[in-house]
């Protein structure tokens, strides 16, 4: 009997478009790890925090009627979030003080609990995304198809977006959507209309680089748990040497009276916040997401952090890509 000849055949059928083909790999890899029950359990555990900030827009929003939710708004900005100009201002004219008011509430929803969310949560799914293809040799399946590496890097970055939005941009909207409703009145869209659109600038600055830096690290170990240990390393010492390096001299020192009741003036005690700043990846997203959403006093002072996070993504997007292109060049 004849052999026939089965090597390479060219495909003669219809193709995805290319601007769709990132989506496959992103699909398949959603898949995969939505079958894991604990991911399941963090998102559910993820979205707690947002009561928090949510009552707080609610006990704004009736401040106006009750005298007791006033006093708790005024408690709240002027002791945990140290906003005693904004406290003042919400007893004075609350109507020019939501939008400030608002932005406070979203931001700190961003900056404490579900940063921390994220870190725990990409530190348990981005280091295999892939690295286990490059230990399984997975990507000579990928790339057996017409899928460019930048389209593969773009697939497996959408996976780590898909969750972040899940924790973090979502319940985003639902605070902002909540203020609406608690609102007297519609006319309140016209004084936050942009809230939205920096909800989605602040998502993006932290999903971009830190997606970056977790499949950066993914790539340079077909081991995961080397790069699950670079990323933990990365947050937890730049945290401490932040903190370490910034408020070591106030070790032995006792703030004035005036302060100890209101917010600390960092400027008159002689600290520094921004000089140890760019060590910390937490608090370099804190300073970029401040700029984002208006908050923060020195404007100027967010462009060092805007570089940093900038030759983050370029970085880790590069290595990922030459990673690849080196072994399929074998």
């Known amino acids: ?71 708790f708004v005024f408690s709240m900005l002027r002791g945990p979030l140290q906003q005693p100009e904004l406290a003042t201002l919400v007893v004075s004219d609350p109507d020019s003080a939501r939008h400030e008011v608002w932005t406070t509430l979203i931001l700190a929803f961003f900056r ?86 920096r909800i989605i600038a602040a998502s993006a600055v932290l999903m971009v680089p830190t997606t970056a830096l977790a499949v950066g690290y993914s790539s340079l170990t077909s081991e995961s748990r080397y790069a699950t240990f670079a990323w933990f390393a990365t947050w937890a010492m730049g945290f401490v040497a932040y903190q370490i390096l910034t408020y070591s001299v106030m070790v032995g020192q006792r703030p004035p009276r005036s302060m100890r009741r209101g917010r600390i003036d960092y400027e008159a005690l002689g600290i520094d916040v921004d000089r140890w700043r760019l060590l910390s990846p937490y608090h370099t997203l804190g300073k970029v997401q401040a700029w984002v959403f208006d908050l923060d006093p020195t404007p100027a002072s967010v462009v060092p952090s805007i570089m940093v996070l900038v030759g983050i993504t370029i970085i880790g997007f590069w290595v990922v890509r030459r990673r690849l292109i080196s072994r399929l060049s074998v």
């Open 1 to 71: 009997m004849p052999v026939n000849d089965l090597g390479y055949r060219g495909w003669n059928g219809s193709r995805v478009a290319r601007i769709l083909r990132p989506i496959v790999v992103a699909r398949s890899g959603i898949s995969l790890i939505w079958r894991r029950k604990w991911l399941r359990m963090m998102l559910v555990f993820a979205w707690l925090p947002v009561l928090l900030p949510a009552f707080g827009i609610f006990a704004f929003e009736y401040s106006s009627t009750s005298v007791e939710m006033k006093q």
């Open 112 to 197: 404490y609990p579900q940063l921390f969310a994220m870190v725990l949560l990409i530190g348990l799914i981005a280091p295999m995304l892939v690295s286990y293809d490059l230990r399984t040799k997975a990507y000579l399946l990928y790339f057996s198809r017409p899928l460019s590496p930048t389209e593969y890097i773009i697939g497996k970055s959408a996976v780590i977006w898909f969750l972040l939005s899940m924790i973090v941009t979502v319940p985003a909207f639902m605070l902002y959507c909540i203020g609406v409703l608690l609102s007297p009145d519609l006319s309140v869209v016209s004084q936050t209309w942009d809230i939205p659109l």
